[in-house]
């Protein structure tokens, strides 16, 4: 079995409509959490920037939640801007999808893929997604083999569709050498 892995060079833009101009990208500037309670409810937004005017908006992390209701160690990131929760708050599907933004991964990840060996086939090659960036398995495939996308029907089996984005670890079995 042959590791290829898909990985995040920088932090992706946010696909976000600015209140205050045309532009439809933010970003998550130094990455901070804003932090408001009220009696025993609080309030947490995570700050993103317009890379256009950088007006500041806010991400609902969460609303009217009761103290107790999170762990002690969560709610000192959310004061303390722990680097990794303002990575993992951003790359959250379902604060995506609360906000309504979607990442913009353009430039921002990199395949690892080392070139197969001349011998053992069929190969089997497993894609280890260490960032959920969207992918269609077929333009993967061909940047890490070097090869067109055509030829990838006859030398590639795999059991998902080759046309459909995906963003979790899959493998696919290349059943001859690549020229
Ligand atoms: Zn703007």
């Known amino acids: ?43 947490v937004w995570l700050l993103v920037n317009c890379v256009s005017c950088d007006r500041t908006g806010k991400l609902t992390v969460h609303e009217r939640v009761p103290v107790r209701s999170l762990p002690a160690d969560r709610l000192a990131g959310y004061t303390a801007n722990a680097p990794s929760l303002v990575v993992d708050t951003l790359l959250d599907p379902s604060i995506a999808r609360r906000n309504r933004y979607a990442l913009d991964w ?35 495939i061909a940047q890490g083999l070097g090869v067109s996308r055509s030829e990838i029907a006859c030398r590639v089996k795999i059991d998902i569709p080759l046309n459909r984005r995906v963003n979790q670890d899959f493998s696919f079995t290349l059943l001859g050498p690549v020229r």
Do not use: Q, Y
């Not at 833009?13 to 025993?40: E, I, Q, Y």
């Not at 990840?109 to 089997?124: F, I, K, M, Q, T």
């Open 1 to 43: 079995m042959l590791p290829w892995a898909v990985r995040r060079t920088r932090l992706p833009l946010l696909a976000l409509r600015c209140v205050a101009c045309p532009s439809g990208r933010a970003t998550l500037g130094d990455g901070r959490f804003r932090v408001n309670a009220n009696g025993k409810l609080l309030d």
């Open 106 to 140: 353009n430039g921002c990840w990199e395949l690892h893929a080392p070139p197969p060996p001349e011998v053992c086939w069929p190969l089997e090659i497993t894609v280890v997604f260490d960032a959920p960036v969207p992918v269609r398995p077929e333009r993967l």
